[in-house]
């Protein structure tokens, strides 16, 4: 090959080169053009892309404020309606004594079956009401006169319902000498203590 071809060839290599690396750059510039910069980048991850434990789709702290989560709730002073009604619901006879300006009355029942409170219409205090099915047995207190309560554990198991100056209103003897019963009686005590104050 003589030298002119030679040239003519090298010329041409070069022109082609040249013609590619033109075309490639414009290629490139076009993508990191100011409006392909400013173009917004997608939120969609790619297939197989591990979410990344700090992702803006991941919060840090969960969106439920501290006031909605959900607290203990405090548990509400126990009252002689509260304590009346563990009684009716644990369906156990009780010696009921109701001392009474000159008189003593004393009686074996469970409280209830029937429960209710009502407002007397003479004092307008409220009364809570156990009864038996045929209302031949009825039993009222009033629960505002009630201001402590007293557990005996000694020889029986006693609840002893005392006014303000600490006069007896009434009395609940547990009539079950079982050991289901006392334990029930028991338990009362251990969660309530030995008296409780209203």
Partial sequence: MNTTM????????????IHRTGAFHTSFYSIKSPVA??????????????????????????ATSDDDT???????????????DEFHQSELPFRIVVIGNGAIL?????????????????????????????QSFEFHVKVEQVCKVAFVTTKRRVARFLSENGTPICSLILGDRSDEAEGWFDGLVEKHGDEIIM
């Fill in 6 to 17: 030679t040239k003519a060839l090298f010329t041409f290599i070069c022109a082609t080169l």
């Fill in 37 to 62: 910069r400013e173009a917004p980048i997608s939120a969609t991850p790619l297939a197989g892309a591990k979410k990344s434990p700090h992702s803006p789709r991941t919060p840090f702290f969960s």
């Fill in 70 to 84: 959900e607290s203990p709730s405090t548990p509400t002073h126990p009252t002689a309606e509260s304590i009346l």
């Fill in 106 to 134: 004393e009686t074996t029942s469970k409280l209830g079956p029937t429960s209710k409170s009502s407002i007397s219409p003479k004092s307008g205090e409220r009364l809570l009401t156990f009864a038996s099915e045929d």
